[in-house]
């Protein structure tokens, strides 16, 4: 376990800048993940199979373009984010609020493990053998939000815990993004609520990377860039780009080829060429 103090220069940067930044936080596992880029993915613990599967897709997603996500251990959509950010070796951080002795709820303490075994982290305000309090968990998610550069809302009740989250966010100067949700579904009433006052509405995760202009950059060998420029998110033929640019279908094909395996472009049906998103 590393204790650090906000004196100590491995501190989480962002959270010397909230209200009532913790004085000390214990933490097994990655410390250094605290300064980087990351996002919290937060929700309901009773989660729908809609809630379950936008927060499996964005903490997949966006943990493969590099980004760090951040949740509260929790049981719902706390755990699927988890779980799916550490697909392909990317990192998750959980902010708990007990001790390190004490893990809370315990059937997830398999998953605290398997989070710093991943190169993750588990970080608390709480001392060791600091037993849950109902107390702690609003307070903690001032951190949940503190440390991330902004919070995503997949699912969440009236009076959820995840709208305190968000109110942090807020109070912080952090984004708040949001999933929308059905009307009639009482799990996602105050994503919309959220959304209608002025959280932005996201329907991919790339909506999330674009904000924080953290999408990655394409680079495009300078023998393919001609070609690479002919092709958009409408189909086109290699013929096509023949006649547009006079060269030999063969030299054509093959640096369609070579775009395709390199995972720029893919062949769809009627052996027509589109950029992949």
């Known amino acids: 376990m590393k204790i650090l103090s906000k004196t100590n220069k491995f501190y989480p940067k962002r959270l010397l800048n909230i209200h009532n930044p913790p004085s000390k936080l214990y933490i097994e596992g990655n410390y250094k993940l605290l300064n980087s880029n990351s996002i919290a993915i937060v929700g309901t613990r009773k989660c729908t199979e809609y809630g379950k599967k936008y927060s499996a897709k964005f903490a997949k997603e966006l943990s493969q373009k590099g980004m760090c996500i951040v949740s509260g251990l929790a049981i719902g959509i706390d755990t699927v984010a988890h779980i799916n950010s550490m697909e392909e070796l990317g990192k998750t951080i959980a902010v708990i609020g007990s001790g390190f002795k004490h893990i809370y709820p315990e059937e997830n303490e398999w998953l605290f493990h398997k989070i710093i075994e991943n190169g993750g982290c588990v970080v608390s305000e709480y001392y060791l053998d ?87 950059k394409i680079t495009i060998p300078k023998e393919y860039e001609e070609i690479y420029n002919l092709v958009s998110t409408q189909p086109i033929s290699a013929n096509e780009i023949c006649k547009m640019t006079g060269k030999k279908i063969s030299e054509i094909m093959q640096i369609l080829f070579m775009l395709e395996l390199d995972g720029y472009i893919k062949c769809v049906a009627g052996n027509k060429y589109i950029k992949k998103e």
């Open 130 to 216: 600091e037993e849950k309090d109902t107390a702690n968990f609003p307070a903690r998610n001032r951190i949940i939000s503190g440390l991330a550069l902004g919070v995503l809302v997949v699912e969440a009740p009236y009076r959820s815990g995840s709208t305190i989250t968000a109110k942090h966010a807020r109070l912080q100067g952090k984004e708040v993004f949001c999933i929308p949700n059905r009307l009639d579904e009482p799990e996602g009433y105050s994503t919309n609520w959220l959304i209608q006052n002025g959280a932005n509405l996201v329907m991919e995760p790339d909506d999330i990377l674009q904000y924080y202009d953290l999408q990655p």
